[in-house]
């Protein structure tokens, strides 16, 4: 939402964020200071959608290896049942399973 508004109406976001975190009058400056010349809006523009990709990028990675997880997790719980459940599976199923799932069985 915050993303939507600074891109939509980035005067009305600028303001909005300054007089929340900052007393009012002490983060307006005269366009000849040396803080506005080092750091001029555009600065600050390029520097939220930069965090904005970051954090979209690291979202969908984050979401996209949960899903590669997810697929992992899944297979081992069957795995573990079958072990666990006698009636889930046949003595060969099992013994199969067991096999490829120790550790100590070298291929």
């Given at each position: 939402?915050?993303?939507?508004l600074?891109?939509?109406?980035?005067?009305?976001?600028?303001?909005?964020?300054?007089?929340?975190f900052?007393s009012?009058?002490?983060?307006?400056?005269?366009l000849?200071?040396?803080?506005?010349?080092l750091?001029?809006?555009?600065?600050w523009?390029?520097?939220?959608?930069?965090a904005g990709?970051v954090?979209?990028?690291g979202?969908g990675?984050?979401?996209g290896?949960s899903?590669?997880?997810h697929g992992?997790?899944k297979?081992?719980?069957?795995?573990?049942?079958?072990?666990?459940?006698?009636w889930?599976?046949?003595?060969?199923?099992?013994m199969?399973?067991?096999?490829?799932?120790d550790p100590?069985?070298t291929?």
């Amino acid at each position: 939402v915050l993303g939507v508004l600074a891109l939509v109406s980035w005067d009305t976001f600028f303001r909005g964020f300054h007089s929340l975190f900052f007393s009012a009058g002490t983060w307006e400056f005269y366009l000849d200071d040396s803080l506005i010349r080092l750091f001029p809006q555009t600065f600050w523009m390029d520097a939220g959608i930069t965090a904005g990709l970051v954090i979209l990028l690291g979202s969908g990675l984050l979401i996209g290896l949960s899903f590669i997880g997810h697929g992992r997790r899944k297979k081992a719980r069957a795995a573990v049942k079958a072990l666990t459940t006698p009636w889930a599976a046949s003595a060969s199923e099992r013994m199969t399973i067991s096999r490829s799932t120790d550790p100590q069985t070298t291929t």
